[in-house]
């Protein structure tokens, strides 16, 4: 498995199938909170193995802060490590960029996947896309 910067047409637009297929495709969220109009600010991650891609997350820098978004592993790929693994390439990628903190909007059932990789949630429950959310963060 290689978990890469997308910076092709081709590996964007893998992330973005990738996307469509687990946010809107098993989450219901809708095609316009998906696509918000801040991809185009974002630097997007790329898992992808002999088989084809495997799972994604994007980075919107917010000054010091790197906020992570989007992450997603197929359901095939699931429970094998792989989001750990993503999630530490985007955050060893923040860290070598020069961000401070990284911050997330967990979906509520990945509070624990977070709370592994160093998060601590804040603030209240709140709803996105018709699923619950808390803020998380982390030093860098
Ligand atoms: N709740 C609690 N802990 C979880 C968890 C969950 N939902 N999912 C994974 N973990 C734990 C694992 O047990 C593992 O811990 P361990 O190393 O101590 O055994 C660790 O987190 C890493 O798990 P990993 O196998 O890397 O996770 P994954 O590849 O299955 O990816 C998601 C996790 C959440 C990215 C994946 O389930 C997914 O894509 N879900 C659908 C999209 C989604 O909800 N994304 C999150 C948006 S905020």
Request: glycine fraction near 10%; charge should be negative; hydrophobic fraction near 45%.
């Amino acid at each position: 498995m290689q978990i890469r910067l997308a910076k092709t047409a081709e590996d964007r637009a893998a992330c973005f199938a990738l996307r469509k297929a687990v946010f809107m495709g098993e989450q219901n969220v809708s095609e316009a909170e998906e696509w918000d109009g801040l991809d185009d600010t974002c630097l997007h991650f790329l898992a992808i193995d002999q088989t084809g891609p495997a799972g994604v997350a994007r980075l919107l820098p917010k000054g010091n802060t790197a906020k992570i978004q989007r992450v997603a592993v197929l359901p095939g790929h699931r429970g094998t490590g792989l989001g750990r693994q993503i999630m530490e390439t985007v955050l060893d990628h923040a860290r070598q960029a020069g961000f401070h903190h990284a911050v997330l909007d967990a979906q509520t059932h990945a509070l624990g996947f977070y709370e592994v990789l160093g998060f601590v949630a804040h603030g209240p429950v709140f709803d996105d896309a018709g699923i619950p959310h808390q803020a998380m963060e982390r030093a860098l």
